[in-house]
């Protein structure tokens, strides 16, 4: 059954039902990210409000707006925004929501685009909120495993820093609507909060933990590495003892099932050598580029276009 | 043999009377109602006193007084249990249970100091909440309270 979205705020106001329409959008909007013409989003406008830096997805949004016919304003830097005059970013939203079809939110507080969304005549994608939501990085996330991969009864790794990227922490959410079998990899002051990993057994998936990333690159059909940040360690040193035990590498690749896929949302510091870019388990690169078809698919929806 | 029952507290004449608050919680409970050393209305404090529903509980009693719809919902979030009796001439013309609200806002600060809902935006702080235990969920950064609520109370 189609539904109708209003806001993309966090991945929590998804059912798996939406997930998976999303997911099936996007597959057929791919030949339009690749360059097909399009014009289909035709005379819609995308305002891309971003107040802290962003490579990938402000240009994924950039570009899936474009490939469909639409165009996009922005901003710029903050500094030459009135927000630099001390414009609230509730007063942004109501201006910005009267010249815009739809608004693109990247902002350094936590559950800025949900109180946007309050404030926004116009539908409102969460672009990432602090340490909070980026729903559509896990939109992307899943739609690479469907593609790559496949989506269900798989087993996957999740690597890194489980404990403050709450990215991670709704990604393992959305898996566990598709009854996938979890590793948690990452050393003991990152691990996953207890809450969080009752609430995933309780939703009736298996979840093994270890702090060994070589224990599980033989059992998994999905790697997924994130990046550990020197700001959580106390010590430099701590961070470096840390960060080089979690560095993957392709020599590591050696019990690999054949059919692994490696993937990081970007960008990388040094926890993927660049060794492991030419084997045939990357994925990470396909990985962003599968931002610009789920992106499409969450404009196409909320801008309510049938296809 | 006949044990005489003495009241730890007088009766009041006009006022409200916050029964079965969670034990420890009086003095919350008055910094709820507003009452300070220069207040000058009569406030009686029982603490820990042994209860037949609650093992131990306070009991607040303040002359003159009756409570707001907002302090009575910041008095169910530290203690869900209480009872609000109002007294008009040592009756007890009404009493209540308070009730924990689903939803809340302007009354708690959100604890995580990077929610959205502290800094300069003109937005109140929400939650939704849960009961037994109590459970504060910030509606806008998803964040936790289930611990030290009284501290978090605007």
């Known amino acids: 059954m189609s539904y109708s979205l209003d806001h993309v705020i966090s991945m929590k106001d998804f059912t798996r039902e939406m997930i998976d329409e999303v997911l099936e959008l996007a597959e057929k909007l791919e030949p339009f990210a690749r360059g097909r013409p399009c014009r289909m989003l035709e005379n819609k406008l995308l305002a891309l409000l971003f107040y802290e830096p962003s490579t990938r997805t402000r240009l994924s949004f950039d570009a899936a707006i474009k490939r469909l016919g639409g165009s996009s304003i922005n901003f710029g830097m903050v500094e030459a925004s009135s927000v630099s005059k001390g414009e609230t970013l509730a007063d942004t939203i109501q201006v910005v929501s009267e010249y815009a079809d739809a608004i693109v939110l990247r902002h350094p507080k936590e559950g800025a685009a949900r109180m946007a969304s309050d404030y926004s005549s116009v539908p409102v994608i969460n672009a990432g909120d602090g340490e909070g939501h980026h729903p559509t990085q896990t939109l992307l996330d899943l739609y690479t495993i469907k593609r790559e991969s496949k989506l269900e009864e798989i087993d996957i790794a999740l690597v890194g820093d489980l404990r403050y990227g709450r990215t991670v922490h709704s990604f393992a959410y959305a898996l566990s609507l598709y009854g996938v079998n979890i590793y948690l990899v990452s050393p003991p002051q990152l691990q996953m909060p207890q809450h969080i990993k009752s609430d995933l057994v309780h939703r009736g998936i298996t979840i093994r933990e270890t702090n060994n990333i070589e224990d599980v690159l033989g059992k998994i059909d999905v790697l997924y590495m994130t990046r550990i940040q020197k700001e959580r360690f106390a010590e430099q040193s701590e961070y470096l003892a840390v960060a080089g035990s979690y560095r993957l590498g392709s020599e590591m690749l050696y019990s690999a099932r054949e059919n692994l896929i490696i993937m990081h949302p970007l960008p990388r510091v040094n926890e993927i050598d660049a060794s492991v870019d030419a084997t045939s388990h990357a994925r990470y690169f396909k990985q962003s580029f599968y931002g610009v078809p789920t992106r499409m698919a969450v404009l196409v929806k909320l801008l309510g276009v049938k296809i | ?154």
Request: net charge negative; proline share 4%.
């Open chain 2, 1 to 154: 043999m006949c044990v005489k029952k003495e009241l730890l507290v007088r009766p009041i004449e006009h006022g409200t009377v916050i029964d079965h608050i969670n034990a420890g919680q009086a003095l919350n409970v008055i910094r709820i109602i507003g009452i300070a050393g220069s207040t000058g209305s009569v406030v009686s404090i029982a603490m820990n006193v042994a209860s037949k529903q609650m093992e131990l509980k306070d009991i607040v009693k303040i002359e003159g007084r009756e409570l707001s719809s907002k302090q009575v919902d910041k008095i169910s979030l530290i203690s869900p249990d209480a009872t609000i009796n109002i007294i008009r001439n040592y009756d007890v013309i009404s009493k209540y249970n308070v009730e924990l609200p689903e939803e809340i806002t302007g009354i708690v600060r959100c604890n995580n100091p990077d929610c959205i809902t502290n800094s300069d935006e003109p937005v109140a702080s929400s939650f939704t909440v849960t009961k037994k235990p109590v459970i504060l969920r910030c509606k806008y950064c998803d964040h936790i309270i289930s611990e030290e609520i009284a501290e978090q109370l605007i």
